[in-house]
């Protein structure tokens, strides 16, 4: 029996606090006290049990918005908006789980409810006072997936005559939905995005058309450059309600994942509309529906959605640099996202622009199928060996060791997302640090090759460089050592000035003899899609997906404290961003999915701190 200490006194900040000595009874009189703060509407009461410099980051209960309120007094406006709708109560350490203790820290997986939903969520205690607080919803009071003692039965034990299979009425569904019966929601982008959310949405019941220009799920993948396998590992990557068996490769290459996506389309019972483009839509603000104009088999389909998500992927759209001479080149040029492969370049000349990802593993792939193979590094790049960031930098929460030690997918997503982004690069500077000790030899190499490196503005690396701006890096699984040996020639510093018939001119005044030019200078923002598809005006007034407002390369300021855009409200009504890796499109659907949900329910959704737009699209 765990002696419990003297109960928690509250009052003004002056006051003591006095708490259990042990973790569970630390954060239960926390909890406790939190409860009964909020139960009576004390926001005062409640903000005070958080430290001066603290994080509260909610993904949907009290915000309806995906929100980190950072410091009191942020804590303070949220609750005076939005205490009394939400009525949260319940708080407790979440069962089965005990409170921890390191360095000062007391850390504990909770739960808690609201009128409407349950919630989970992740706290930490300073001092006996919150420092982070993670509230997140996990199901909607009376929505609640179909699982476990609720999961549907399948067959219908009985006599009925005139009775549907199951396939019958999946072929009836997928016949009527989208001509008789209008879809509540329509996704375009069927990428593993708009899958993994179709996904969800089907379990909430939540009648959803995806629409895919391809034809098949998982083409995405499949029609990116031959030698591309995923850069993040295997326990990174799951898809919602269906992991990968334990015997799949820890890196998946391009064409499996592709066969994985189109499998878990079909068992998970998804309206999948393949060779299906959307070439327009428009949204009517009085009757509060979109029109969606797609074309789907040559064939014209108006649908009438009430929620219109775009999935069209921010990998997606392509970057296409403009150089003079590109039209009297004679040789092949393309973009990265339309390179077939090395096969047909063996001994011939090539010239990839760009030193990201993409780049670098064509420069292999070309190198390895006997091209003579040149990369045109305009600026720095940031390079992480896959092992180092494997084991310095995904091994705790992402790896077969944080599997064997207990942690699950969900909480490594949770525990993740408890880490507010204001200080998140300060857990990644340290890591960042020792991968530059441990690779001290591998970086000198490179730099005497002439590559140009950097670590992020604030040496904060890979994944402050990936939510920051979404390029400047690449995770080497081997490119870089041909650089380094010269194997693949390297010009660093320069600019392409021009091309010419047979050559591309550099900046310096370097001709490079070419017979192709593959441009690797990455993707726009996914607001170009909402310009593309619905007008250049919501575009404008969407404004700028993606990004921080950390104020640095690529991301301008001010601070927004989440990503813009995505998974969340935006300023146009029921127009919503979903995408990203495989772990953001796993653990946002989520959240996605019960907003939508809880809309088409008719259940209110009062949206605290709708983002501001700083930079139009
Ligand atoms: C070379 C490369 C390597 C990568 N490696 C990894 C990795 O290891 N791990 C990882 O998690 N991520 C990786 N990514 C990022 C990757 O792009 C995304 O994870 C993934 O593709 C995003 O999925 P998505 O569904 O958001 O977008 P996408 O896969 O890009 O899907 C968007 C879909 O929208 C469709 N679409 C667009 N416009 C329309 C329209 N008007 N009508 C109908 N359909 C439309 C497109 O055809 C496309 O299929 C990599 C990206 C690249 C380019």
Redesign the pocket.
């Known amino acids: 029996m765990k002696k419990r200490a003297q109960a928690l006194a509250i009052g003004t900040r002056e006051d003591t606090i006095m708490l259990d000595k042990a973790p569970d009874g630390k954060v239960s009189d926390l909890l406790s006290a939190l409860d009964k703060a909020l139960s009576a509407g004390e926001v005062e009461h409640a903000v005070d049990l958080f430290q001066v410099d603290c994080y509260w980051r909610d993904l949907v209960t009290f915000t309806w918005n995906i929100k980190t309120m950072e410091g009191r007094d942020q804590v303070r406006d949220m609750l005076k908006v939005r205490l009394a709708d939400t009525k949260p109560s319940n708080w407790k350490i979440a069962e089965g789980e005990d409170a921890s203790e390191a360095d000062g820290v007391t850390e504990s997986w909770i739960q808690f409810e609201t009128e409407v939903a349950r919630g989970f969520g992740h706290i930490r205690l300073k001092d006996g006072r919150i420092w982070t607080l993670l509230t997140t919803m996990s199901e909607l009071k009376g929505h609640e997936e179909p699982v476990g003692f609720d999961r549907p039965m399948g067959a219908k034990h009985g006599a009925e005559r005139n009775r549907k299979t199951w396939k019958e009425e999946r072929e009836a569904e997928a016949a009527e939905l989208g001509y008789s019966r209008q879809p509540y929601c329509v996704i375009?982008?069927?990428?593993?995005?708009?899958i993994a959310l179709g996904a969800r949405l089907r379990q909430l019941n939540v009648p959803t058309i995806i629409?895919?220009?391809?034809e098949r799920p998982g083409?995405?993948w499949r029609k990116?450059y031959k030698s591309?396998c995923?850069?993040?590992p295997v326990w990174y990557?799951h898809l919602p309600y269906l992991p990968f068996p334990r015997n799949w490769p820890v890196f998946s290459p391009k064409d499996k994942i592709g066969d994985w996506l189109e499998m878990y389309t079909k068992v998970m019972e998804l309206n999948y509309w393949g060779s299906?483009?959307?070439i327009k839509a428009s949204y009517d603000e009085k009757s509060q529906e979109w029109t969606v104009v797609v074309e789907r088999d040559g064939k014209e389909v108006v649908l009438k959605p009430q929620q219109l998500v775009l999935?069209?992927?921010?990998?997606?759209k392509a970057n296409m640099p403009k150089f003079e001479g590109m039209d009297i080149f004679k040789g092949d040029q393309h973009h990265s996202s339309h390179h077939p492969g090395p096969d047909k370049y063996k001994n011939k000349q090539a010239v990839v622009i760009g030193s990201n990802?993409?780049a670098h593993?064509i420069c292999a792939a070309l190198w390895e199928a006997g091209a003579d193979v040149t990369m045109v590094q305009r600026s720095t790049t940031h390079i992480v060996k896959s092992d180092s960031l494997m084991e310095l930098g995904l091994a705790s929460l992402y790896s077969e060791q944080a599997v064997q030690a207990g942690m699950t997918t969900a909480k490594a997503d949770l525990i993740f997302a408890s880490l507010p982004y204001k200080i998140l690069h300060e857990f990644q500077i340290p890591v960042y640090n020792a991968i530059r000790e441990r690779d001290a030899d591998f970086y000198k190499r490179l730099e005497k090759a002439g590559f140009l490196l950097d670590y992020g503005d604030d040496d904060s690396g890979l994944f402050m460089k990936y939510l920051r701006r979404g390029s400047g890096y690449y995770i080497d699984v081997g490119a870089s050592e041909l650089i380094a040996n010269g194997s693949i020639k390297l010009k660093s510093g320069v600019d392409v000035e021009k091309l010419t018939e047979h050559s591309v001119i550099l900046s310096d005044g370097t001709e490079l003899p070419a017979d192709l030019v593959v441009y690797a200078t990455g993707y726009g923002s996914m607001n170009g899609?909402a310009a593309d598809?619905i007008s250049r005006e919501v575009a404008n007034k969407v404004g700028k997906v993606w990004g921080l407002g950390s104020d640095t390369t690529k991301d301008p300021g001010p601070w927004e404290g989440e990503q813009r855009n995505m998974w969340k409200p935006t300023q146009q009504e029921a127009l919503w961003f979903h995408?990203?890796?495989?772990h953001q499109?796993r653990h946002y659907s989520q959240f996605l999915s019960l907003q939508l949900k809880a809309r088409m329910e008719g259940i209110p959704t009062p949206v605290y701190g709708l983002q501001e737009v700083h930079h139009p699209g």
């Open positions: 375009i982008g069927g990428g593993q995005g708009g629409i895919e220009k391809n083409d995405s990116r591309l995923l850069h993040d990557d299906t483009e959307c999935a069209t992927g921010m990998s997606a990802n993409s593993d899609w598809l995408g990203g890796n495989l499109s």
